[in-house]
C-alpha cells in the first residue's frame, strides 16, 4: 500500500508559483503592493526627512520644518505631492518594496528561504536609492552652496540602511515567529513585530545618519572640531533626531509594512484566481 507524503506549506507555495499565469500575476502584484504602499507613506517621510537635514544643518528648526511642511500637506495636498522631495522618497520606497516582494516571490517559486535574499534585495535597492534620494536632500536643504556629497557621508548612509532593511525585512517575521512560539497570535505578533522594530533601530541608526549629515556640512575636520566636535553635535540633536526619525521610519517601514502585506495578498487574490 502506497504512502502519502504530505507535503509543507513551502512546496506547495512553490507549486502553486510553478504556473506561470500565477506566478507573472503575483509579481504584478508585488509591484503593484509596493506603488500602493509608497503612494501612502512618501507624502509624510518627505517631511520628516527634509526637516531633519534642515533642522541639523542650521536652516531651520525641526518643529518649524515640521510644521510648514505638514501645513502645506493638508491645505495644499497636490501642491505637496509634485514636491521634488515627495518624489524622490516615492521613488525609493516603491522601488524597495517591489524588489523585495518580487524577491520573496521568486525565491519561493525556487523552493529557497526567501530570508537572505530578501535582505540582499532590499539592502542593495534601498541603500542605492536611499543614498541618491539623500544626496538630493542634502544639497536641497542643507548647508552652504550646494556640492557633491563626499565619500564618508555615503559610507554613513550605506551602514544605516543596511541596518534599516535588517529591521524591516529581516527581523520582524524571525521575531514574530519565536513570538508565536510563546503563544502570541500570529496576526498580533506579525503587527506587533513590523511595528516595533524599524522604530527601536533608529537608536542606532540615527547618529550614523547625523554623523553622515555632519560630514557634509562641515567637510573640514578642523573646522568641525575633530571627533569630539562632530561627537557634540550628534550628541546635541540625537533625540530629537532619533524620535523625528522614528516618526518616519514608523510610516515607511512599520504601516507601510502591513499595508504592503496586506494589498499585496490582496492583489495576489485578484491577479491569480478565477473570478468567480
Known amino acids: ?119 540582499i534585495a532590499s539592502s542593495t535597492t534601498n541603500t542605492g536609492l536611499t543614498i541618491w534620494k539623500d544626496s538630493l536632500l542634502t544639497r536641497w536643504f542643507g548647508q552652504g552652496t550646494p556640492r557633491p556629497v563626499g565619500l564618508a557621508s555615503y559610507a554613513c548612509f550605506g551602514f544605516r540602511d543596511s541596518l534599516t532593511m535588517a529591521a524591516a525585512f529581516t527581523f520582524p517575521p524571525l521575531l514574530s515567529e519565536a513570538l508565536q512560539g510563546r503563544g502570541v497570535a500570529k496576526g498580533t505578533a506579525d503587527v506587533a513585530t513590523q511595528l516595533a522594530l524599524p522604530c527601536l533601530f533608529q537608536f542606532v541608526t540615527t547618529p550614523v545618519h547625523l554623523l553622515g549629515l555632519d560630514f557634509y556640512n562641515r567637510p573640514d575636520p578642523v573646522a568641525a572640531g575633530g571627533s569630539i566636535g562632530r561627537l557634540r553635535a550628534i550628541r546635541k540633536e540625537y533625540l530629537p533626531s532619533t524620535f523625528a526619525r522614528m516618526g518616519r521610519i514608523l510610516p515607511a517601514f512599520g504601516f507601510g509594512g502591513v499595508i504592503n502585506k496586506n494589498v499585496r495578498a490582496s492583489a495576489t487574490r485578484w491577479f491569480t484566481e478565477p473570478s468567480k
Open 1 to 119: 500500500m502506497a504512502t502519502t507524503v504530505a507535503m509543507t506549506p513551502q512546496q506547495l507555495e512553490a507549486m502553486r508559483l510553478s504556473n506561470s499565469k500565477v506566478f507573472y500575476g503575483t509579481v504584478g502584484a508585488d509591484i503593484l503592493a509596493g506603488a500602493c504602499t509608497a503612494g501612502v507613506t512618501s507624502p509624510v517621510v518627505a517631511i520628516i526627512d527634509r526637516s531633519i537635514i534642515a533642522n541639523f544643518s542650521g536652516k531651520q528648526t525641526l518643529i518649524k520644518g515640521l510644521g510648514e511642511g505638514f501645513a502645506t500637506l493638508l491645505t495644499r495636498p497636490w501642491v505637496h505631492m509634485r514636491q521634488p522631495s515627495v518624489l524622490a522618497v516615492f521613488t525609493v520606497y516603491s522601488l524597495t518594496y517591489a524588489a523585495t516582494n518580487v524577491t520573496d516571490t521568486t525565491s519561493k517559486r525556487m523552493h529557497l528561504d526567501p530570508s537572505i535574499p530578501k535582505l
